[in-house]
């Protein structure tokens, strides 16, 4: 059964955009498009829809507002250009925060969330992104005139100071000449997060969090602004 959607967005080109994503996807069905909540209220009552592409920012009542007046309202994925509302946002259990403008990648991430969120196993293999490989725990970097090997569970935070890292471990630091962003290829994405543009943590060290820190080891590390949304969703569908 395909999953029926709507686009609610007063911008005739965002909703263009969106269109075409959703035409890439066999298991999604557009049934309408609203330019308010008034319409796309309409639509809802007369329809049977499972998910919502929804603006924020929109004539009379915002898209945070709209759900809120909704009983028992459909699936969200949110589509704006604000960041400011991400938090309200996820209290609102939504399934993903896309900033427009939305590239056809980060859109696929979100319909993957969607079909997660639902248990439908067999659209969730569809649409499964490459995660890393579960057997490698452990990577070598260049420190002290050789390669060193550091387990990825020994691994508290890493910390980038221009062209170099410091690799925070339980029992030692290294320093290797690497930038933040050549270390972060080689570290798996479902273990790692990276919080900053000069933090990175290991995901099951954390010990507690709020939308602007995470604490480390009694250590709290700052969220930089422009990593906040993908921090908190990441954290939320770990379910911490």
């Known amino acids: 059964m395909k999953t029926r959607c709507i686009i609610v967005d007063d911008e005739p080109l965002a909703i263009e955009a969106i269109e075409m994503h959703i035409k890439k996807f066999e298991s999604l069905k557009l049934i309408a498009t609203c330019l308010d909540a008034f319409q796309a ?12 592409f929804l603006d924020i920012q929109m004539p009379e009542i915002t898209g945070l507002d709209f759900i809120k007046s909704l009983k028992n309202p459909p699936k969200v994925i949110l589509t704006t250009a604000y960041r400011d509302y991400a938090v309200e946002a996820f209290n609102l259990n939504v399934v993903d925060y896309l900033l427009k403008p939305i590239s056809f990648d980060r859109f696929m991430q979100a319909i993957h969330k969607y079909f997660d969120s639902t248990g439908n196993d067999i659209l969730i293999k569809e649409f499964k992104l490459p995660t890393s490989n579960p057997d490698k725990d452990h990577i070598y970097v260049r420190a002290d005139k050789k390669n060193v090997k550091v387990r990825f569970a020994d691994i508290l935070y890493i910390e980038s100071i221009k062209d170099y890292v410091k690799i925070i471990c339980r029992n030692r630091t290294i320093i290797s000449k690497l930038r933040i962003s050549e270390i972060a290829q080689k570290l798996p994405d479902d273990m790692f997060l990276r ?42 569908d770990k379910n911490f």
Do not use: M, W
């Open 195 to 236: 919080i900053h543009r000069s933090y990175i943590i290991f995901i099951p060290n954390i010990e507690a969090f709020s939308p602007t820190h995470i604490e480390v080891e009694g250590k709290e590390l700052p969220i930089g602004r422009n990593y906040k949304l993908e921090v908190l969703h990441t954290l939320q």
């Open 41 to 52: 209220f309409d639509v809802i009552n007369k329809n049977r829809i499972d998910l919502i």
